[in-house]
């Protein structure tokens, strides 16, 4: 059972789910800080220091001593979310687009290669086939 275990957890898939686990939670931790950090300042001054974080609808106010706060629809937060979650998916879409532009300028290379060695070869086999007639 060790063995087996030993065995599926070297994979290289369950290496490469890691690493990426990992680097994934970096990359929130850096557009999180963007959100809040870069973009929400400007949108701040944009709107005249509106916090979306501060928006809610009072349902009851605090009407008693023994309830320390009202009730509330934070919607604030909800658009808070939305407008992180937007970023985040821009920014790895961005990613992954540049990724697949570099894999793709590898493959092409990879495929000039390619014909440029199958060029050769049909070459070599033409001087054969010329050289044996």
Known sequence: MW???KEFAVKGNVIDLAVGVIIGGAFGKIVTSLVADII???????T???DFKELK??????????????VTLNY????????DFLIVSFSIFMFIKIINKLKKKE???KVAALKEEIVLLQEIRD???NKNS
């Not at 929400?40 to 944009?46: F, H, K, N, R």
């Not at 604030?76 to 407008?83: D, E, H, R, V």
Request: charged content about 20%.
């Open 3 to 5: 063995k087996e275990f």
């Open 40 to 46: 929400m300042p400007i949108i701040s001054l944009i």
């Open 48 to 50: 005249s220091g509106v």
């Open 57 to 70: 609808y009072v349902l009851r106010a605090n009407s008693s001593p023994n309830i320390t706060d009202g």
């Open 76 to 83: 604030g937060a909800f658009i808070q979310n939305i407008f």
């Open 107 to 109: 493959e092409e290379k």
């Open 127 to 129: 001087l054969l086939k």
